[in-house]
Nanobody, 115 residues
């Protein structure tokens, strides 16, 4: 089992920045990819960014150039630096980890961007 705990959300005005953190615990040695997803009210959960154990990254087109995913050490923790935030970035952000045991999700953290 893998447990994921997110931190760093909150409220900010458009153009501002926030940094999300995700700490993994439990059986973490088998994690291959970690990432961030988000879900806005009335919408489906969508990919924001992922990072592999080899350091490869992938971003949604809507955040490319504004958000940066990184990690401290081999896998843990994982950060999402969010700059130039827009009101449409408002959502609950979820940390995700994929390992040979399965896929795991954090409890989610709210990010609110006001105009």
């Amino acid at each position: 089992q893998v447990q994921l705990v997110e931190s760093g959300g909150g409220s900010v005005q458009a153009g501002g920045s926030l940094r999300l953190s995700c700490a993994a615990s439990g059986i973490i040695f088998g994690i291959s990819t970690m990432g961030w997803y988000r879900q806005a009210p009335g919408k489906q959960r969508e990919l924001v960014a992922t990072i592999t154990s080899g350091g490869g990254t992938n971003y949604a087109d809507s955040v490319e150039g504004r958000f940066t995913i990184s990690r401290d050490g081999a896998k843990n923790p994982v950060y999402l630096q969010m700059d130039s935030l827009k009101p449409e970035d408002t959502a609950v952000y979820y940390c995700n980890a994929v390992s040979y045991l399965g896929a795991y999700w954090g409890q989610g953290i709210q990010v609110t961007v006001s105009p």
